[in-house]
């Protein structure tokens, strides 16, 4: 009886340990932080393209249909027809045709968000710069991929 109690005190630490690691491993299939990486540097290159083609459903598939975009000094956006509403002002109002992202930082847990912080460049059809700037986009993962849910921009000028 004395080996029994002594095999089943140290039995249990064991399969609490492999439960753990089994649990661990699952949490790291499941969320790979470099997927999600390239996964929104795929997402911020096509932003772009949109502006490049004048095609502003490329630029509304980024953003989740429950979206906020927040500019500094403008009313923040929200909903379904966000996206469409900042293309057109960014697109006609401002002329933008070209941009870049210089993504600094992606973290989070990745279960359902990831946060991205970093820097932007907007230019016009003659590549001449109309803006630079600095951004945070809380990123939510959807059945389509990763898409941004609130996208908080800010010009350094």
């Given at each position: 009886m004395n080996k029994f109690i002594i095999w089943?005190?140290?039995?249990?630490?064991?399969?609490?340990?492999?439960?753990?690691?089994?649990?661990?491993?699952?949490?790291?299939?499941?969320?790979n932080l470099q997927q999600v990486k390239e996964a929104i540097e795929k997402s911020n290159d096509e932003y772009f393209k949109a502006f490049t083609k004048g095609d502003s459903s490329i630029f509304i598939d980024r953003y989740t249909d429950d979206c906020w975009i927040m500019s500094s000094n403008q009313p923040t956006l929200c909903g379904p027809q966000a996206a469409l509403d900042f293309f057109r002002v960014a697109y006609y109002q401002l002329g933008v045709r070209k941009g870049k992202f210089i993504s600094i930082d992606i973290f989070g847990d990745g279960q359902d968000f990831v946060t991205e912080v970093g820097f932007y460049h907007l230019f016009d059809a003659k590549n001449i710069e109309l803006e630079d700037g600095k951004y945070i986009v809380l990123w939510k993962k959807t059945a389509n991929n990763w898409k941004r849910f609130r996208d908080s921009l800010s010009p350094t000028q």
């Open positions: 089943a005190v140290l039995q249990v630490p064991v399969t609490m340990i492999s439960l753990f690691q089994c649990g661990a491993q699952q949490l790291n299939a499941k969320f």
